[in-house]
Nanobody, 129 residues
Framework: QVRLVESGGGLVQPGGSLRLSCAAS????????IAWFRQAPGKEREGVSS????????HYADSVKGRFTIPRDIAKNLVYLQMNSLKPEDTAVYYC??????????????????????WGQGTQVTVSS
């Protein structure tokens, strides 16, 4: 059974940094891609960043390019979301999600919600002074 657990959320001032962690357990060898999504109150869930397990290629939403990165520790089955220069509009619940290895790279790169089969419970990030 696959399990994804996020941690690292919290309150941070604008311009600050946070690092979220996603710990994966279970049949992680069946993963094709890992992604971070976020959902702000009253808004739809949106993709933030993804990484292909096959080739390590990383992808970012335009709104976070240059500010967020998605490093990973393969040995520990951990994927991170390093968030720098945070803005109030980054406030949301952040979710880690995994797609199976049958998912085409195109869908992993474009962070289509329907392409991701496993989800964590989410962690709150609040950017406010």
């Amino acid at each position: 059974q696959v399990r994804l657990v996020e941690s690292g959320g919290g309150l941070v001032q604008p311009g600050g940094s946070l690092r979220l962690s996603c710990a994966a357990s279970g049949f992680t060898s069946t993963f094709g891609g890992i992604a971070w999504f976020r959902q702000a109150p009253g808004k739809e869930r949106e993709g933030v960043s993804s990484i292909s397990v096959r080739d390590g290629k990383m992808h970012y939403a335009d709104s976070v390019k240059g500010r967020f990165t998605i490093p990973r520790d393969i040995a520990k089955n951990l994927v991170y979301l390093q968030m720098n220069s945070l803005k109030p509009e980054d406030t949301a619940v952040y979710y880690c999600a995994a797609a199976t290895d049958a998912t085409p790279n195109f869908f992993i790169a474009n962070m289509r919600i329907r392409s991701y089969d496993y989800w964590g419970q989410g962690t709150q990030v609040t950017v406010s002074s």
